[in-house]
């Protein structure tokens, strides 16, 4: 099974944009407590910005080797 980090980086890949449309994480969270509630939503951010910063560094990536050619 999946991390909260790792539902919330395959979020942000197909496009989910917040933790309660993510069907996958809802079902993780279902049985949780409040605090692992609130550490499973902070990890699923912490998913989400990583592949959001992961994307622009390869847009980046993409955008300087197509300006130096």
């Not at 809802?26 to 990583?50: F, M, P, Q, V």
Request: aromatic share 14%; net charge negative; charged share 25%.
């Amino acid at each position: 099974m999946m991390t909260p980090k790792e539902l919330g980086k395959w979020a942000k890949t197909v496009g989910i944009n917040a933790p309660s449309l993510d069907a996958g994480f809802s079902c993780w969270i279902k049985n949780a407590t409040a605090e692992e509630r609130k550490k499973h939503l902070i990890e699923w951010w912490d998913g989400w910005y990583e592949a959001l910063d992961e994307s622009i560094s390869f847009q980046q990536n993409v955008y300087g080797n197509r300006s130096a050619a």
